[in-house]
């Protein structure tokens, strides 16, 4: 199975969450509706600027910790560079 990691965000220089999942579509769409109560419904974090596909779920786990312990100036630098624009990318998963 594989797995994803990606960043959601309120707003450029808002807010950062940074997940793994093996359903991004879903996922994505949980965060962007509020459908389950969690820190991105506290933060209105509706905007996913990253994402980043993994070939399994246990990979895409280890990554995930490793932003988590980044400093936010080198988030932002892994995000800007797939999507300098931090345009929301959920619109392309539905392709």
């Known amino acids: 199975m594989s797995g994803w990691v990606y960043i959601m965000t309120n ?12 359903e991004i579509k879903a996922r994505a769409w949980q965060h962007r509706t509020g459908a389950i109560p969690s820190f991105t419904k506290k933060y209105g974090l509706t905007r996913l600027v990253y994402v980043e596909r993994h070939e399994t779920m ?4 280890r990554r995930e910790r490793t932003p988590k312990t980044w400093r936010r100036a080198w988030k932002i630098r892994l995000i800007m560079e797939t999507n300098p624009n931090r345009d929301d990318l959920y619109d392309t998963l539905l392709a």
């Open 58 to 61: 246990d990979s895409a786990i």
């Open 11 to 22: 707003r450029p220089n808002g807010v950062l969450y940074i997940g793994a999942t093996s």
